[in-house]
């Protein structure tokens, strides 16, 4: 299964949030490969924490593959090629997880038929070898996200699922826009039905997250004034009425990931010794990535009303 | 209000949801078992909160709130909910349709008979009875509602389709249901010398005035309503209206306990079933008028009104439904206050015309009369009285006192107060009996009511002080443990003298309880009542206030120092929230302006010691 993260707006945790969802799922036991589409900004290995691709590969990345000059992008195997000891060294019973860093000083590339195939080569590819590929797109309508579109609607794809995940933050402004992504003029439904593809079958594979959720009620604001936590809750029935107009409600959401310390200050994954011997970071937390990642295959989670 | 409606609501819908959804199937019945009515009480222990307060809404998944959807999480998440409540009201619908598609609205576990080893026949478990149509009306009306909004959400097919079918099987009920209500009316008319006629005067007869002249006034008061019911022309009651002429006669309206006797056929569009002949004796009883009233009500309500819940041939049954509604109110109310000067309402306990007295009759005709206050805005002076004979009710009925060891009161609350059905041993098989206990609730329900009415802040500062007392009879009177944890009813909770009802929910309880709960709610969400004195005095502090306000910015202190230009700043904003809230909540007002005026005050004081010197 093909999973395009995106988002509208930077800084909303796409990137972050979907690592941790790929590194939960496989050790969940599923096999997973972690494509890096963000072609201007190709980061994810300090995500994964591996060095040689921190800033991209050197290697021959996506970049080079889509665009031609080599016949096969580098995959990284995360459990042998992190730096980070907690990392290393696959705990029993895990799936795989491999990177798929782009280049090192790779930027955005414009999008022809050539590259299109190439791209439909390699999502077929990976999706024969591991249960989940997880695609980071940028943020933002980016020609990643045309590629994709117009790979997934060819005739050749259609055996293989596909799903989107739309990340947003619980804010007024990342609600609109993450809405405008999606059903706005030129958004994702817009131009997936220029290249072909069923409107209805479309929408109905798009879920939206949220990211850095806080919750008025938790006992984490215990430090607030009552008239600020009055308030909060009121902005949070708002926020819940603007989200249902603008169909980001919560019959189109898949999960919503609570705002984390660790995550704040630093993008990493979250591991269990994060939660339960250094207690740095929730296990709220980590649970959202949990039940994100299980339900991005279950096929309830993906019913509508 | 000590009783918190929301929390309340919440741990109810949480106990219903835990005791009626086990491995993914619905336990109908309860403590009595299944039939119409309870199985339909069950539900709209669900759907009156959904539907009645706007917190509560489960319509649109999008906007259900956190708290709300985890009390119901037995049934699924909240896009599940809708859906499962879909699938039970389905089953509900279905399982009271005759094969022949003749909508059943029978009392079946309901009935009682005087001999417990004398089983009712299945001809008579079968009758139909009013407080089923008055359900069904109540529950068919919630169900089209919420498929209304919930079918907009909606763009899968499947759904759709069971959404589509029990909007028609809801209607189909309602229809029917209504047709049994105008088929159940009846209007009782006897002689002024009979024991009934005599009974009515005794009853209307505050001061000792001779019976004749007594029956001449009761016919005056009454002229109105005997000339509006030679409107009635469709279903029961119609008969007997040409007797009324006669100057020697007097009346009674109101609903029967089921269909009436020689109830003719109603004329209807579309296919309803069959309308089966009536074996009810075409009398009115007080508890199946106010069961009727209450259910007939919700057709002329306002979200009735706003999503056009009726299709035109159920708006046709209204409009008849509509003039006995007025009728039945208007003849209660006027022998319950015939005399001004004592009512007989408050000659407490009501004596029948078949000349059964009890306090549950007064509450009962008290339930009517409140129904009118509240439909044409009484004054105080009426509230107060009505509100008395609530606090004397609940006093009677050891509610705010406590019980002697032998107390015949407690009979009305456990088994309950029980009457005869007269004609239901017309099919074969023994006399039924109908046994009613819902003395509190009631009570509650309508002392809300009276206080939502007062315009008088001591007058309803009194009543819900009361609604407090009764409301913390109930929750001792909740289940500790069992099935029915947490929802109703178990009298042995407070009154010693009683055996316990064992664990299961008396549904029939429950749904009285929330319906309590819902007006509590309605009524919490209005605006508070301003008190005249309260907002003219807080006014007169802000006059004052903002006079000092603007001397002290003459004397130049908007461009002292940060310390007080803040305190300045402060106070300037206090006084104009004080104006904006002013006439909604002028105690606010008052404490906002007690603030500034203490704020300057304390700079007025500190200057004066500027010029005592030595």
Redesign the interface.
């Known amino acids: 299964m093909l999973v395009f993260a995106t988002s509208d707006k930077g800084g909303t945790g796409r990137s972050v949030t979907s690592s941790n969802v790929a590194y939960r799922r496989s050790l969940q036991g599923s096999d997973v490969c972690y494509l890096d589409f963000d072609f201007g900004s190709p980061t994810a290995g300090t995500i994964f924490n591996v060095d040689s691709a921190s800033r991209g590969t050197t290697e021959g990345g996506l970049h080079s593959y889509l665009q031609g000059r080599i016949s096969e992008p580098q995959m990284l195997d995360v459990w042998t090629q992190s730096d980070r000891p907690s990392l290393r060294h696959r705990p029993p019973g895990a799936g795989r997880l491999v990177l798929l860093p782009g280049d090192s000083g790779g930027g955005e590339f414009a999008v022809n038929h050539e590259v299109v195939q190439r791209c439909i080569r390699l999502m077929r590819r990976l999706d024969e070898e591991f249960d989940l590929c997880l695609l980071d797109l940028s943020a933002g309508r980016s020609y990643a996200t045309e590629m994709v579109l117009a790979a997934t609607a060819e005739p050749e794809m259609r055996a293989v699922t596909a799903r989107w995940l739309v990340f947003h933050r619980w804010t007024r402004q990342h609600i609109i826009a993450a809405s405008g992504l999606v059903y706005g003029e030129r958004g994702i439904i817009e131009a997936g039905r220029v290249w072909g593809h069923n409107q209805q079958e479309l929408m109905d594979s798009i879920r939206f997250v949220r990211t850095a959720v806080v919750d008025p009620n938790s006992v984490e604001l215990a430090g607030l004034r009552p008239s600020q936590v009055a308030w909060l809750r009121d902005c949070n029935r708002d926020l819940q009425e603007l989200a249902s107009q603008r169909k980001v409600g919560r019959t189109t959401m898949l999960g919503v990931i609570p705002l984390d310390p660790v995550l704040q200050w630093r993008e990493q994954l979250i591991s269990d010794n994060d939660v339960y011997a250094r207690q740095i970071a929730n296990r709220e937390t980590v649970d959202a990535f949990d039940s994100l990642a299980k339900r991005l295959t279950e096929d309830a989670a993906w019913e509508t009303l | 209000m000590r009783m918190q409606p929301r929390q309340q609501l919440l741990e109810v819908w949480r106990a219903t949801a835990r005791s009626s959804a086990k491995n993914g199937k619905w336990i109908w019945g309860g403590r009595d078992g299944a039939n119409s009515i309870s199985d339909a009480e069950q539900l709209l222990c669900l759907m009156t909160p959904a539907t009645g307060v706007e917190s509560f809404k489960l319509d649109?998944?999008?906007?259900?709130e956190?708290h709300v959807a985890a009390a119901l999480r037995n049934l699924g998440d909240?896009?599940e909910i809708p859906?499962r409540l879909v699938r039970v009201l389905t089953e509900y619908m279905e399982r009271y349709t005759d094969t022949d598609g003749t909508p059943v609205f029978s009392g079946d576990t309901y009935f009682r008979t005087a001999d417990p080893e004398d089983e009712p026949t299945s001809a008579q478990t079968a009758l139909d009875v009013v407080d089923s149509f008055a359900m069904s009306v109540t529950l068919a009306l919630a169900t089209i509602g919420f498929l209304r909004v919930f079918r907009s959400?909606?763009?899968?097919e499947d759904?759709r389709r069971e959404v589509d079918k029990l909007e028609t099987l809801a209607s189909k009920r309602l229809t029917a249901a209504m047709i049994g209500l105008l088929r159940s009316f009846t209007v009782y008319v006897f002689d002024a010398d009979s024991r009934e006629g005599r009974a009515l005067v005794r009853t209307a007869n505050q001061s000792g005035l001779p019976p004749r002249q007594v029956v001449e006034r009761l016919r005056r008061a009454l002229r109105q309503v005997s000339a509006t019911l030679r409107e009635v022309t469709i279903g029961s009651g119609a008969a007997q209206v040409p007797d009324l002429d006669n100057p020697n006669r007097l009346f009674e309206c109101g609903w029967s306990w089921g269909i009436a006797k020689d109830a003719p056929l109603v004329d209807v569009l579309g296919d309803v079933g069959v309308q089966r002949d009536g074996v009810a004796q075409p009398a009115p009883y007080l508890y199946f008028t106010v069961v009727a009233l209450d259910g007939i009500a919700a057709l002329f309500s306002e979200r009735t009104r706003i999503l056009g819940l009726l299709n035109e041939e159920q708006q046709r049954l209204a409009r008849a439904l509509q003039i006995r509604w007025d009728l039945t109110q208007q003849y209660w109310s006027t022998i319950a206050s015939f005399d001004p000067v004592r009512w007989p309402l408050e000659d407490i306990p009501w004596r029948t015309n078949d000349e059964l007295e009890n306090d549950y009759f007064s509450l009962l005709v008290t339930a009517v009369t409140v129904q009118d206050l509240v439909s044409r805005q009484a004054s105080d002076v009426e509230l107060e009285r009505v509100g008395r004979v609530l606090e004397e009710l609940a006093n009677r009925g050891r509610i705010t006192r406590r019980p002697l060891g032998t107390d015949s009161a407690i009979a009305m609350h456990s088994p309950g107060v029980r009457f005869d059905l007269l004609g239901s041993d017309d099919p074969g098989g023994p006399q039924l009996a109908w046994v009613v206990s819902d003395f509190s609730p009631l009570l509650l329900k309508r002392t809300i009511q009276v206080a939502g009415l007062a315009r008088d802040t001591e007058l309803r500062g009194r009543l819900l002080a009361q609604a407090d007392v009764i409301w913390d009879h109930l929750e001792r009177r909740r289940l500790k443990s069992g099935p029915g944890h947490a929802l109703w009813d178990q009298p042995s909770g407070i009154f010693a003298q009683v055996d316990s009802h064992g664990d299961q929910p008396s549904w029939y309880y429950t749904e009285r309880v929330v319906e309590c709960l819902v007006t509590a709610a309605n009524l919490v969400s209005r605006a508070p009542l301003r008190s005249e004195m309260l907002t003219e005095l807080a006014g007169e502090l802000l006059n004052e206030a903002d006079h000092l306000f603007d001397r002290e910015l003459l004397g130049g202190a908007g461009e002292a120092g940060p310390a007080l230009r803040n305190s300045l700043q402060t106070a300037r904003a206090s006084l104009r929230r004080a104006r904006d809230v002013l006439s909604d909540r002028p105690g606010t007002a008052f404490v906002l302006a007690s603030d500034v005026l203490r704020e300057l005050e304390q700079l007025a004081a500190a200057r004066q010691d500027v010029f005592e010197v030595e």
């Open positions: 649109q998944p999008n906007a259900t956190e909240p896009m859906q959400e909606l763009r899968r759904i």
